[in-house]
């Protein structure tokens, strides 16, 4: 188990926004939250980031406690895409490279190089490498965020809707690269997404939270249309399409 969370509560002031939330992922593991606006996903994901400090509740990494984790320690360990990113005046291959500072004692060694250059092919942003961000459009920015991520080679990788700003093409190959990455270095990937059939093509486990609160948790089987009408108030259907389950709204 790469992550474990129990009971854990949160609240901006005095309004309550993640109550008694509880779940596991594993290593190898691409774990999907999903809920409606406001449900508390981002505000999950800072707190898993150690950004914010949960009221209650515990979270651990590979058996330890994040609040006894120094912030070097947390950024050897969690790779964190937040939902938004400015570009500035920095080029994509030095952006990468800050993914490898936690790592770096002195001086960026051939072995980091090495690794910005193969994150930067797999996600096909070599041509970019020499390019300022702010130079860049949204999608090809989010890329080289979430390569960024990749090079700093974390155990647990959280993701705000990192598809957001991605053409149809785009989604499917950031969301095929993290899940490889995720099987083969065997680390856990925590991803926030709104596009459920998305969600369904590559999670492997769904965590389903509404205002705060988990709905439902578990594999393809908790994408039911009761809950998803629990969730989201809508009324649908779930069907099959070459083996995979797409949910329809009706
Ligand atoms: N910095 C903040 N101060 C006070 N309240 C906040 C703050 N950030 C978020 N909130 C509130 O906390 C609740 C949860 O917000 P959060 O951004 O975690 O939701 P979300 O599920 O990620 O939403 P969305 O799907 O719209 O991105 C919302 O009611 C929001 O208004």
Redesign the pocket.
């Known amino acids: 188990m790469i992550l474990s969370v129990e009971g854990v509560e949160f609240s901006?002031?005095s309004?309550p926004?993640l109550k008694d939330v509880r779940f596991e992922v594993e290593r190898g593991e691409l774990f999907s939250i999903l809920?409606?606006?406001?449900?508390?996903?981002?505000?999950?994901l800072r707190c898993l980031n150690r950004i914010i400090r949960p009221r209650t509740g515990s979270i651990l990494i590979d058996g330890v406690k994040l609040s006894d984790l120094s912030r070097l320690e947390v950024a050897r360990r969690v790779g964190y895409v937040a939902?938004r990113h400015e570009g500035s005046r920095v080029t994509v291959f030095d952006a990468v490279l800050l993914g490898r500072r936690p790592h770096i004692r002195w001086d960026a060694t051939e072995k980091d190089m090495a690794i910005v250059r193969e994150v930067l092919a797999a996600l096909r942003l070599e041509e970019f490498s020499l390019r300022y961000l702010d130079e860049l459009s949204g999608g090809e920015l989010q890329k080289v965020i979430i390569a960024r991520a990749l090079a700093q080679e974390p155990r647990l990788l959280l993701l705000?809707?990192p598809t957001s700003n991605l053409d149809l093409k785009n989604q499917y190959e950031v969301l095929r690269i993290v899940k490889d990455v995720a099987r083969e270095r065997r680390i856990a990937v925590v991803v926030?997404m709104?596009d459920i059939n998305l969600a369904l093509r590559f999670a492997d486990r769904f965590l389903l939270?509404r205002n705060?609160e988990i709905y439902a948790c578990g594999g393809r089987e908790v994408i039911t249309p009761e809950n998803i009408a629990g969730v989201y108030g809508i009324p649908v259907r779930v069907e099959q399409l070459g083996g995979v389950p797409v949910v329809v709204p009706v």
Do not use: W
């Open positions: 901006y002031n309004h926004v809920g409606n606006n406001g449900a508390g996903k981002s505000t999950l939902q705000d809707e926030v709104h939270l705060g």
